[in-house]
């Protein structure tokens, strides 16, 4: 017996495609322009591979990719296998990517579950843009379309919008919110420059109280429905940290805390190998982390920002310190050194008032 036909083919031979010419003029015209097609790489043979096809062939073979961005992946294909997915990919044009994108921005897609979608950003759409384009290029390169039709998809202008931190006093209002709450040692982490991977995936094993150390050396992240765990993203983020006395204090009660939980539940606690662990010492959901810092702005009565602004926050309050740009960088885990000063590093209200009022100060030299 023969080997099995690979899925989607019928494993029959393909008849090859015909053009039916009335003269040979017009025969050999036609033959060159097939032959010069196919010298450019730009013919491609007629195929009825539908664009739901393409891109579930096109996240198969990611195989370099995590699981979680594998499900960003499909997520950012979501709408187009969604409108589009029956049809033959040869027969998508720009103007059907040129609609969906401009019904994103509008918001009122549907997806398969029937849900209507909200307004998606300026990003988010871009996101898409990008997949779309990433899937037709692959199928160019196999010969399956003539031309990537995303690849003259203008991008939709993003508008500025300053990403928010705390200032010194908010900070001082959260982290009362803190001392009284039982994870309050995840917002005090955020703001130690955490990302919420980083926090939801820390273990105990890499905290060492003594030595007043933190080792970065797990992410624990939701992809999709599942929550996955994996190695930090790049060498930068896997980092070792000092700690301040003041974080010593609030993870040592933590410790304490999950122990007494331990103690009191026997063999019915589990593992209880992280940090930020639920009562019965099973890991949180990343989610319910940032759903806590919500209420903790909340009761604390500052501007609500999300988690990820705990992590602005601390790079900011040190460029504001003084810090070096390039220990910042260190710090939060990044390889470009000047990434911290364009992405993370802001300019808060009160550090502007002060430099406005540096300049009523006299000159001495003139006095």
């Not at 790489?41 to 579930?56: H, M």
């Not at 401009?102 to 996101?127: E, F, I, M």
Request: aromatic share 4%; proline share 5%; glycine share 8%.
């Amino acid at each position: 017996m023969g080997k099995p036909a690979p899925p989607g083919d019928t494993g029959r031979p393909t008849t090859p495609a015909t053009r039916h010419c009335h003269t040979e003029k017009e025969a050999r015209k036609t033959l060159a322009e097939l032959q010069n097609l196919a010298a450019t790489g730009a013919y491609a043979s007629p195929s009825k591979l539908t664009v739901e096809q393409v891109c579930e062939d096109y996240i198969s073979g990611r195989h370099n990719l995590r699981a979680t961005s594998l499900s960003k992946l499909e997520y950012d294909l979501a709408p187009l296998r969604e409108r589009h997915g029956e049809m033959a990919v040869q027969r998508l044009t720009k103007a059907q990517l040129d609609q969906l994108v401009a019904d994103l921005v509008a918001g009122g897609t549907v997806t398969a579950k029937g849900n209507t979608r909200r307004p998606w950003s300026a990003d988010s759409v871009n996101k898409v843009i990008v997949s779309v384009g990433q899937v037709l290029a692959d199928a160019q390169e196999q010969g399956i379309v003539k031309r990537n039709v995303a690849a003259k998809v203008a991008r939709v202008t993003k508008s500025h919008k300053d990403v928010e931190t705390y200032t010194r006093a908010e900070v001082e209002k959260m982290r009362a919110q803190f001392a009284d709450h039982r994870i309050g040692h995840a917002g005090e982490l955020s703001l130690y420059g955490l990302r919420r991977g980083e926090i939801a995936g820390m273990r105990w094993a890499d905290v060492d109280l003594k030595a007043k150390t933190l080792t970065i050396a797990n992410n624990r992240v939701a992809a999709g429905a599942k929550v996955v765990e994996n190695d930090p993203k790049s060498d930068a983020s896997r980092r070792k940290l000092p700690l301040p006395d003041r974080l010593v204090k609030v993870l040592k009660a933590a410790k304490k805390r999950q122990a007494a939980e331990r103690l009191a539940l026997g063999e019915h606690y589990g593992p209880g190998e992280y940090v930020v662990s639920n009562e019965i010492g099973q890991p949180y959901h990343p989610q319910v982390i940032s759903r806590y810092w919500a209420d903790a702005a909340k009761a604390a009565k500052v501007r609500h920002i999300k988690l990820h602004g705990g992590r602005h926050t601390a790079a900011t309050l040190m460029h504001l310190d003084g810090v070096p740009i390039a220990v910042i960088a260190a710090w939060i885990g990044h390889s470009d050194a000047t990434l911290p000063l364009k992405v993370y590093a802001h300019s808060q209200d009160d550090a502007l008032k002060a430099a406005g009022s540096s300049l009523d100060r006299p000159n001495r030299s003139s006095v």
